[in-house]
């Protein structure tokens, strides 16, 4: 059996302490990208972490690391939905001997229209409004350009205000001088 390096041992020391400092955080912006669906939100940290873990030295370098693991997060996301299999998957409303997933902690309104829209735009509104993020950071994380991100998140502020049947100005304010 081949020693350990002392390079991988602090590669996985610094890796584990990461997990452990920043896995809720995931998780609570995975869930609200994948509109409250817990095991959803769970394959999507795994498979960010994963590739994290294999990137580890890029993610060290990087400007913005918390931008670094959105886009991670993001491109899970995005890469799930274009799974084929997935577009075969069919949803039961009970699933026999299923243990009870933890309480939502979310509104069940909300999560709901955040369902209903494309994850483009629930990521735009997720990274722009849970994350206080601005326009050229989600812009980054997105990897799109800031017109896009604006177009987006008002699109998507629009369709949440009508699927919670609230009046335009009622769902989400922004600073005085702030631009969506």
């Given at each position: 059996?081949?020693p ?7 590669h996985d020391s ?6 452990a400092g ?7 912006t995975?869930?609200l990208?994948t509109a409250?669906?817990p095991f959803?939100?769970e394959?999507?940290v795994q498979t ?9 030295a ?6 913005n690391?918390?931008a670094?693991?959105?886009?991670a997060?993001?491109n899970a996301?995005?890469?799930?939905r274009?799974r ?5 998957e069919r949803s ?7 243990v009870?997933?933890a309480a939502d902690?979310?509104d069940p ?7 209903e829209l494309?994850?483009?735009?629930r ?6 409004f849970?994350h206080d ?7 980054e994380?997105?990897g ?7 177009s987006q998140?008002?699109?998507?502020l629009?369709?949440?205000r009508?699927?919670?049947?609230q ?9 005085q001088?702030?631009?969506r």
């Amino acid at each position: 059996m081949k020693p350990e390096s002392s390079g991988t041992a602090e590669h996985d020391s610094q890796f584990a302490a990461f997990v452990a400092g920043h896995r809720g955080r995931m998780l609570h912006t995975a869930r609200l990208l994948t509109a409250g669906d817990p095991f959803l939100a769970e394959d999507l940290v795994q498979t960010a972490l994963t590739k994290l873990y294999i990137s580890w030295a890029a993610y060290r370098r990087a400007a913005n690391p918390d931008a670094y693991v959105r886009r991670a997060l993001f491109n899970a996301l995005m890469d799930e939905r274009r799974r084929i299999w997935r577009r075969f998957e069919r949803s039961f409303a009970e699933v026999p001997e299923r243990v009870s997933a933890a309480a939502d902690d979310g509104d069940p309104d909300l999560a709901r229209a955040l369902g209903e829209l494309p994850p483009r735009m629930r990521a735009a509104i997720v990274f722009r409004f849970v994350h206080d993020m601005d326009v050229t950071d989600t812009a980054e994380a997105l990897g799109c350009s800031p017109g896009t991100v604006k177009s987006q998140t008002a699109r998507a502020l629009d369709k949440l205000r009508a699927a919670l049947g609230q009046p335009r100005a009622a769902l989400i304010t922004l600073p005085q001088g702030a631009h969506r």
